[in-house]
């Protein structure tokens, strides 16, 4: 447009610096805010929101907060409620609550009215932090200024008080939601409910909720049913779980990896793996791609079987179709394979994970040293320690406890006693 002498303006920049923002380039965005001065155009406040906004979404809080102060310091802008509101939701989103809190008391000062976005913001990150009481406290305020909360408001308030368990409350809360502020629970609200009612093994009010739903109108989704599956498998019930399953598809909802992955979960555990893995099996039939948590699920359902071999082959196998593998994956087997003295196996397998680009932890080294230990490696057991300890990792009380045994029963190894003092050190 430029180079063909079409007219641009400040809006012209601003849409530039919105989709540079958008796509993650921040940089340009800046270097655009440059070019805006040098066409003598002056930026207005919707110029700068939008470049605090992108700063916050690349998790560069400190670069915000100084471009803000800076803003400020030198009357750049006049900072409106949509400036405040984004750095306000940024400093929560980071932790900075009490930095955030300060913000907004001192946008009071520059007579910048807060909204309910505001509110909500702090009073989700007071949630966060479990100071429900001071939650309530800028709920209070809020009406008390007319700034009517939204279903967003409560979802928080209620999520925390349920956590805590203060059912009176969360009641009331609700009540004073619908019948005095006439603001319907959405979908969310009640999964909410769903969830904490399962959680506290309080399954008939659990499936009581799922039928206020779909009597006020507000239709379960797939998360609300994945939490009432849960809440069935965790009680053992699993005709019941598999009852809500059937509901879903008879209502066209999709079970999603997570519905799935909650069932694979519960029939692992009561070893009821050719269930299980049927499940899988129809996972990928309904076009759904497992991911690693499922994965790791039925290896560590295997392992915990007793078939550490049949887990490794299941591991190469999903390997072969292009799953990838992350830690949990290697210690699970780890574990299994030596638990059920299949030591050297484990560490064939050890010394593939930096080949899947990952990065042995702490655990996995004493799991396999462990192994070594149990099955009287003690070589394989020393270089090990050596390269943990080399990795700045120690040993934990687990390995520590199965060197100490050992060394009741054979006190004059050296080799031991040498990897008891490198563990101690």
């Not at 306000?88 to 913000?103: E, P, Q, R, V, Y």
């Amino acid at each position: 447009m430029c180079t063909l002498s079409i007219p641009v303006d400040i809006f012209t920049f601003n849409i530039a610096i919105n989709c540079c923002c958008h796509s993650n380039r921040v940089n340009y965005a800046f270097s655009l805010l440059a070019t805006t001065f040098k066409h003598g155009f002056v930026p207005d406040v919707v110029t700068y929101n939008t470049l605090i906004r992108g700063l916050l979404s690349q998790h560069k809080s400190a670069e915000a907060r100084l471009f803000f102060a800076n803003l400020i310091k030198f009357k750049e802008i006049q900072p409106n409620v949509v400036t405040f509101n984004t750095m306000i939701d940024g400093l929560c989103k980071t932790g900075h609550t009490d930095m955030a809190f300060w913000l907004f008391r001192y946008m009071e000062k520059c007579n910048c009215e807060p909204n309910t976005i505001t509110y909500t913001s702090i009073i989700d990150s007071l949630c966060k932090r479990g100071l429900v009481d001071d939650a309530f406290n800028l709920h209070s305020e809020m009406m008390e200024k007319c700034i009517l909360p939204d279903v967003w408001t409560y979802n928080r308030i209620i999520q925390v008080l349920c956590n805590l368990n203060r059912w009176e409350e969360v009641s009331m809360l609700l009540n004073w939601m619908m019948e005095d502020l006439k603001i319907s629970p959405d979908v969310h609200t009640f999964t909410i409910l769903v969830d904490a009612y399962s959680k506290s093994g309080k399954l008939d009010d659990a499936k009581h909720i799922i039928q206020i739903m779909n009597e006020r109108g507000v239709y379960p989704n797939i998360v609300t049913y994945s939490t009432l599956i849960h809440a069935y498998c965790s009680q053992g019930q699993m005709d019941g779980a598999l009852a809500v399953l059937n509901t879903i598809k008879s209502k066209k909802i999709m079970p999603n990896c997570y519905t799935y992955s909650i069932l694979i979960d519960a029939y692992c555990k009561e070893q009821k793996l050719d269930i299980a893995m049927d499940l899988y099996r129809k996972m990928a039939s309904e076009g759904l791609s497992p991911t690693v948590v499922t994965h790791n699920i039925l290896l560590h359902g295997l392992c915990r079987l007793g078939k550490p071999m049949e887990a490794l082959t299941f591991f190469y196998k999903i390997q072969g179709l292009g799953h990838k593998p992350n830690m949990v994956t290697y210690e699970t087997l780890l574990g299994g394979l030596c638990k059920n003295h299949y030591v050297d196996k484990a560490l064939s397998l050890f010394r593939t994970i930096e080949c899947n680009g990952l990065i042995p932890e702490s655990n996995t080294y004493n799991i396999i040293i462990r192994g070594c230990l149990r099955s009287k490696k003690y070589d394989g057991a020393c270089k090990l320690v050596d390269k943990m300890v080399d990795c700045g990792f120690s040993s934990d009380a687990a390995t520590t406890s199965v060197l100490r045994h050992l060394l009741l029963s054979k006190a004059q190894d050296p080799t031991l006693v040498a990897l008891y003092q490198k563990c101690l050190h």
